[in-house]
């Protein structure tokens, strides 16, 4: 591990919950890593398997999706279907080596406040025992700056 | 349908792992369909490639585009230039398009990403299963709409052997036996009598074999 | 007489036949396989040799044909559609006839994937109907199966198996009357454990009269112990009733009551209308034959006057 390393984690947040329970986090002075930057969807199920291997690719150390609790989806199955994929991408990175572990998939409401700022606490731990991710080493060891992955070409589809 | 699915990463990355500026190439039709190689896996596969040479320290470029269709010469066209570009070419569209692409960049390494599977449809969503083998010669007019020579296993066309049990076949207990299923449907149509006679043996000079098949049409000639 | 055999004459006599199965090696010895023949040559009228059953690498049929000819055992060839094409199959019968093998069996075979080479691309070029009926038309017809003619036609007595206890049920009778009008001469029945079936399966077989045109043999299985029955039990096309599951298991004697339960079968089938004769099926177990025979009143075996 890295002397000194701070993670960087990206939340692909749900509007309905988890981006919601941020909020409420942060009204309650509740503190939660620095290293968890929330990105916010409308819904988990929007979530895209290319959009969870493009953050790894800029140089995350770990992403989670956070959706609304299991039956209490406001598009009935978005974060069942997130779920799932978030499964598959999982097998990938296992397949190519970046290890599943890197990536999970959480479901809480939006009023669970509390729970936010402990899964980015209990996501942030996992990932700096897993130390920083190969990738994010090779483009400091190169000096670019994550973000500008010249391999990279094409917008997102 | 054209039914494909991706192989192991580790199969995908060993292909290609000579090269530094790869081009991976999607299909429009089948394989987007059963979401093997469509724009979405392409994107992934690109990511993913990046990703495993980000980690062993050999970046990699990786262009993509995907076609409408990789099994027809002039939707090849718009990828001259990026094919000229690439040291190789990994196709995500089945055993065809891999070959229409390799026809057409003559000077260029071209690469499957996929293993073609089967002629088949969607059984439910997230299952695909085979239906045809093109034979080249159809029998569906005598087997009710189902097709022994590819569902049954031993492509048996005077009903099922001794392994037909439950419904399902001896080999793979979950597959339904294609025999039991021509049974039920030419029994509820009134329709035994058509497995009375014995079918002789069929022609498979109209199957696989002899080069590849062609059909021609004269009015679609230029 | 079609084919001149001993099987044949004995059944155009009307006599209650009794054959039996060898398994050839797995090797090229012929020790096995030849004491077996001469082991069973007086108990039973033919023998049957597998055409690697269960789609295990064997010494070939018609190679073990010919060592149960050397030992003056009858063969019964038996051919699977599995492994070769039509070309193939034609040929090793034309050369089988040569040999002097009078009876061929024609089977689908089983499928490669139960066997040791689950990878193998299998054949089934034909299935065992168009086999049967493309041997009828290379003896009656001396035509090969494209239309050409032949010199000097296979003399061949065709058998084919038939399951009664596979699904569906009811069509097993029509597949039966499919083979006979194919050109069967002689048919195998799968191991019958399960009277009540089998009964119900010779009656729409004596309704459509097929037993008049084609000489059922029942077959049957000696089990070695309750686990080989148990076994038996849970393969796809086997019936075993309850009862002689729970036979098995309560014997002190295993061994001693799978051939008190074979011999009693016999008894039983040798009375049903329309069966003429039985087909033992003890592979692996062949030493047991003569007993079973001799306990099931079938000895002496009659003599049949071949020509010469």
Known sequence: MAEGFEPKIVAFSCYYCAYAAADVAGSMRLEYPAAVRVVELPCSGKIDPVLLLRAFEEGADGVYVAGCLEGDCHFQRGNLRAKKRVARVKALLDEIGLGGDRLEMFNLSGSMGPRFAEIAREMTERVRRLGPSPIRERLSARGEAAGTNPGREGDLP | ?222 | MKAGGRLEALLERGEFVVTAEVGPPKGASSKGIRSHAALLKDFVDAINITDNQTAIVRLCSLAGALHVLAEGAEPVMQITCRDRNRIAIQSDVLGAASLGIKNILCLTGDHQSFGNHPGARNVFDLDSIQLISMLKGMRDEKRFQCGEEMKVEPRIFIGAAENPFADPLEFRAVRLAKKVAAGADFIQTQGIFDLERFHRFMEAVREAGLHKRVAILAGVIPAKSFGAMKYMSTVPGMSIPRALLDRMKAAEKPEEEGVNICVELIRELRKVEGVRGVHIMAVAWESIVPTIVERAGLLPRPQAALPA
């Open chain 2, 1 to 222: 349908m054209i039914v494909a699915e991706r192989k192991p990463m580790e199969a995908v990355a060993s292909l290609v792992a000579p090269y530094e500026r790869i081009l991976v190439v999607g299909c429009g039709e089948c394989v987007t369909v059963c979401m093997a190689g469509g724009e979405k896996e392409v994107e992934v596969m690109a990511s993913a490639l990046r990703l495993m040479r980000g980690k062993e320290g050999r970046p990699v470029t990786v262009e993509t585009e995907t076609v409408q269709r990789q099994c027809e010469p002039e939707y090849l066209v718009p990828l001259d230039k990026k094919a000229e570009a690439a040291e190789v070419i990994l196709s995500m569209g089945c055993g065809v398009g891999v070959q229409f692409l390799a026809e057409r960049f003559a000077q260029r390494w071209v690469v499957p990403a996929l293993d073609t599977k089967f002629a088949g449809g969607v059984r439910e969503a997230g299952v695909w299963e085979e239906r045809c083998g093109l034979c080249g010669d159809c029998v569906l007019h005598l087997t009710g709409g189902i097709c022994p020579v590819i569902r049954c296993s031993k492509s048996l066309l005077n009903g099922p052997c001794g392994g037909s049990h439950g419904g399902n076949c001896e080999i793979k207990r979950e597959t339904r036996c294609a025999w039991q299923l021509i049974y039920d449907r030419l029994k509820g149509l009134g329709r035994l009598e058509l497995l009375t006679p014995v079918l002789p043996p069929k022609d498979w000079s109209t199957a696989r074999d002899g080069g590849p098949r062609q059909v021609v049409r004269e009015d679609a000639r230029l």
